[in-house]
């Protein structure tokens, strides 16, 4: 039991340790692909979605909320407003990676 134990907490580690932190430049071609259409990246004005231009500065998003990677997350995954959501369309890494574009701007 303790061997089955200590093999599960390496695999964790090692799982861990193969995740990475989210890459601005990988996040450039989730939003050029899934973003691009609706939303401008270079200005905060309206596309069919808003600018997103200086989101993580501002005080809050459309929707009345502030802009935290969690409430950015949350509305990329969701959806709504005739956003569609993407919680099932990108991968763990390519919101990471998508997040840390976001910032970026």
Do not use: W
Request: net charge positive; aromatic share 4%.
């Amino acid at each position: 039991m303790r061997m089955l134990l200590g093999c599960l907490a390496t695999a964790g580690i090692l799982l861990l340790a193969t995740q990475k932190a989210g890459d601005a430049d990988r996040g450039k071609a989730v939003y050029e692909l899934y973003c691009a259409n609706c939303h401008h990246a270079a200005s905060a004005e309206k596309k069919l979605g808003p600018g997103l231009k200086g989101l993580f500065k501002k005080r809050r998003m459309q929707n009345g909320q502030k802009p935290t990677e969690q409430n950015v997350q949350a509305k990329i995954d969701k959806g709504g407003g005739g956003m569609p959501g993407y919680k099932d369309l990108l991968s763990d890494q390519e919101k990471a990676d998508l997040m840390a574009y976001l910032k970026t701007l």
